[in-house]
């Protein structure tokens, strides 16, 4: 079981890396922190992940050809697609409509 200070203290270091993440300047800046703080196996997760919000966002497939594309489970798919279009966070939303409306003006 969790103590309140357990939790004060992974509330606090979660405010700091979300800090560390406003404070990159570039992509490069992102690379070099994100190399340093995930494994690669992570950073395969967080690609793969990704890629099959970039499809589900496009339209047009099903979850089993963005999984074969990918190289993703369909659970992980249906996962994705849950927070894409289901939950609160809409994080993935947030910054697929930024990467469009960016894309749109090149």
């Known amino acids: 079981m969790q ?3 357990t939790r004060s203290r992974e509330s606090r270091a979660r405010d700091e890396i979300l800090t560390a993440f406003v404070q990159l300047r570039s992509k490069d800046e992102a690379a070099r922190f994100l190399g340093d703080l995930c494994t690669p196996g992570e ?3 967080f690609t793969e ?3 099959v919000a970039r499809l589900l966002d496009g339209g047009g497939k099903t979850y089993r050809q963005i999984a074969e594309e990918t190289g993703a489970s369909t659970a992980t798919v249906t996962r994705v697609a849950r927070f894409l279009m ?3 966070n809409e994080g993935y939303r ?3 409509d930024r990467l469009n409306q960016s894309e749109a003006k090149s």
Do not use: G, P, V, Y
Request: charged share 35%; glycine share 0%; proline share 0%.
């Open 43 to 45: 950073m395969k997760a």
């Open 94 to 96: 947030l910054i697929l």
């Open 49 to 51: 992940r990704w890629r």
């Open 86 to 88: 289901q939950e609160d």
């Open 3 to 5: 103590t309140t200070n």
